[in-house]
């Protein structure tokens, strides 16, 4: 190590002493250091600057400065400087005192800001926040991250646009400088076209299906042009650059000329909507909005009026409208409004119903006959499941008077003979058991605002009244019956008419009725239905199943039929008296679920799950083989597979109308 004289003494008085000295006013140094430690620098810049140092116990190196010629203290220090970032250090100012750090660690330290005492070409550690005008602030750390050094930082913030950099001065100068070149504001501005001859909204539609890919970057990275409608005003706005707007001028300019033979009769046609009901409403709209004029124009309305026709072509659905230029931009605005694609509901409705019914019938019944002609004298009768004593004490001399088998258990015991006592008895116990499950699950779809209805039932014939008449015929008196039948709809019917809310919840109006032919334990005049309706509005989100209603019922019934004093005798009053006894106990619920399908994929997707469905409980069918089957060779009927299909696209504005000179 060489060090000139104008330093020596400096250094002795640094090693001589442990406070730190003022620098000379007015003195030169000409460092030169070889393979040195990087202390005895540190000490010789602390004893030439007089700046207070400590030292982080990482910062080891052997350094080399070389130097021809003097220099002041302070460009000693930015030589300095300059030696620690190439050996990967940096000196962070601390109040008063100087701290050595590596620069792994320069992230977490304070750092001085670029403008004010620090030198735009300093190996200083400074912050800076810079505030970007016209472009992402969050897109240029992309772009500048590989032009700082691996231990600096660069941040955005998005709130303010704004950008943090901290690294040593003169890189962040640098990075000033080149974000000061990208921020330059754009030519691009908004331009209002107003239209004369055509529908503003009819040109942006064109102009759409031209460009399609508005909303992607353009080529080069321009900002894509925009391209707005505003029918209140029949204009077009148009924000862009410059060129893209004039191009857009122009194709604009020549899509608004007035037709060659002057002619203001369009044909339009309808995709979704009926052209039929939209022309009796715009003719409603046009009379009722020339109404108010009269009053103080009359001579203008009734011309207005007069010079606009509507008429609807059922076969193609296409209206036809004859009307001034400003008069077709409204009814072409309504139009556009009206004719779109309406989502679709699919509703299934799922009721369960579980019952079961359980009965019970024991009694005696007993007969005496003492006068000896076959007419009874004394006894207990009392029907046990419909038939009574009397009935099978007929059956046994003419069994064709017994109409009804009897059921359950009968136990009898008697004498029916020429003379004498004549008695007859019986004993009979009948049960009951009956139970339903059903599981329905009736499903429709239909469209928003539109009522639907499924209808899953048997019309089943129920007798209303009955009369016999007689006539005079060849072969005498002749009985003539007759019956009057009705016959009602028994099984499963949905009505219900969706409202689609703006979110994702549907309004639906439900009437539901489910009814089947109960399964009953004892006999009835005709047969008896059980039936179930409700009928009530629900708000449900898409997708959400709620339920509408139920009834959860259990209820038992007892019955005794016996003699006066002698039924209540232990023992023997059980010959005197009959008991019944039912229970039923009734579950059910209805629950409900909506799925909107707002386009053709949600329907596709919808139709292949319940198709598939149904194919595959066929397939099933198919594979239960029998041993010996009946039909050999015959196999079940099962419904095609779907043919691959493509997700349809959105439709394209087809050309709305098409002028006609």
Request: hydrophobic fraction near 40%.
């Amino acid at each position: 190590m060489r060090i000139r004289p104008v330093l020596i003494a400096a250094l002795l008085a640094a090693a001589g002493a442990a406070s730190a000295q003022q620098p000379v006013q007015g003195q030169r140094i000409t460092p030169n250091f070889k393979d040195a430690d990087i202390t005895q620098v540190i000490e010789a810049v602390a004893a030439a600057t007089g700046k207070n140092v400590i030292i982080d116990p990482r910062v080891r190196a052997q350094v080399t400065m070389l130097s021809q010629t003097s220099m002041t203290p302070d460009e000693f220090y930015e030589a300095f400087l300059g030696l620690l970032q190439v050996h990967g250090f940096a000196a962070v100012p601390s109040g008063k005192m100087i701290k050595i750090i590596p620069d792994a660690n320069m992230r977490t330290v304070p750092g001085s800001d670029l403008p004010g005492r620090v030198s735009a070409t300093s190996d200083e550690l400074v912050t800076q926040v810079v505030s970007v005008t016209n472009v992402n602030a969050a897109q240029l750390v992309a772009i500048l991250r590989p032009l700082m050094p691996q231990n600096a930082h660069l941040a955005a913030y998005p709130a303010s646009n704004m950008l943090i950099l901290s690294d040593r001065a003169n890189n962040v100068n640098r990075m000033l400088r080149i974000i000061r070149r990208i921020d330059q504001s754009s030519d691009a501005d908004i331009e209002v076209v107003a239209m004369q001859n055509v529908s503003a909204a009819e040109v942006v539609r064109t102009m759409n299906l031209l460009n399609p890919a508005q909303t992607q970057s353009a080529e080069g990275g321009m900002a894509p042009l925009r391209v707005v409608a505003d029918e209140r005003s029949n204009s077009i706005l148009l924000a862009g650059e410059k060129t893209q707007r004039l191009r857009a001028r122009t194709l604009i300019a020549y899509l608004d000329t007035p037709l060659a033979g002057g002619g203001d009769t369009r044909v339009r046609y309808l995709r979704y909507a009926d052209a039929e009901k939209i022309a009796t409403k715009l003719k409603e709209q046009i009379q009722g909005s020339t109404a108010p004029a009269a009053a103080g124009a009359a001579g203008a309305a009734v011309s207005g009026e007069r010079n606009t026709t509507i008429w609807a072509e059922p076969e193609t659905n296409a209206l036809v409208v004859t009307a001034p230029a400003k008069q077709m931009a409204s009814i072409m605005s309504i139009v556009d409004k009206l004719d779109i694609r309406r989502a679709q509901v699919i509703v299934e409705a799922i009721i369960v119903e579980v019952s079961a019914d359980k009965s019970a019938e024991l009694g005696v019944n007993w007969l005496i006959d003492g006068s000896g002609n076959n007419n009874a004298v004394g006894g207990f009768v009392e029907p046990v499941g419909g038939i009574s004593i009397i009935d099978l004490a007929r059956a046994v001399n003419d069994p064709t008077t017994l109409t009804t088998v009897p059921r359950g258990t009968t136990v009898g015991i008697g004498r029916l003979g020429s003379g004498g006592i004549d008695f007859a008895a019986i004993l009979r116990a009948l049960r009951g058991d009956s139970s339903t499950n059903i599981i329905a699950t009736p499903s429709i779809v239909t469209m928003d605002n539109q009522q639907a209805e499924i209808k899953v039932a048997q019309e089943v014939p129920f007798v209303t009244g009955q009369y016999a008449s007689t006539g005079a015929g060849n072969a005498g008196n002749q009985l003539n019956p007759f019956q009057t039948i009705q016959r009602q709809e028994v099984g499963t019917i949905l009505k219900i008419t969706p409202q689609i809310n703006e979110g994702d919840a549907v309004m639906l109006k439900i009437e539901q009725e489910s009814s089947s032919i109960a399964a009953t334990s004892s006999g009835a005049v005709d047969l008896v239905t059980n039936k179930r309706t409700i009928s009530t509005h629900v708000l449900i989100e898409d997708g959400g199943t709620v339920v509408l209603g139920g009834l959860i019922q259990d209820s038992q019934t007892g019955g005794e039929q016996r003699v006066p004093f002698l039924g209540r005798i232990p023992l023997i009053g059980e010959a005197f008296k009959t008991r019944s006894a039912k229970k039923t106990k009734t579950n059910l619920m209805v629950f409900i679920q909506p799925r909107i399908l707002r386009d053709g994929k949600d329907t596709m997707i919808e139709t292949n799950q319940k198709y598939n469905y149904i194919r595959n409980e066929q397939r099933r069918l198919g594979e239960r083989g029998d041993v010996l089957p009946l039909l050999p060779g015959e196999k079940i009927a099962e419904l095609p597979p779907l043919p691959a299909t493509v997700a349809p696209s959105p439709t394209p504005a087809t050309p709305a109308d098409t002028p006609t000179p």
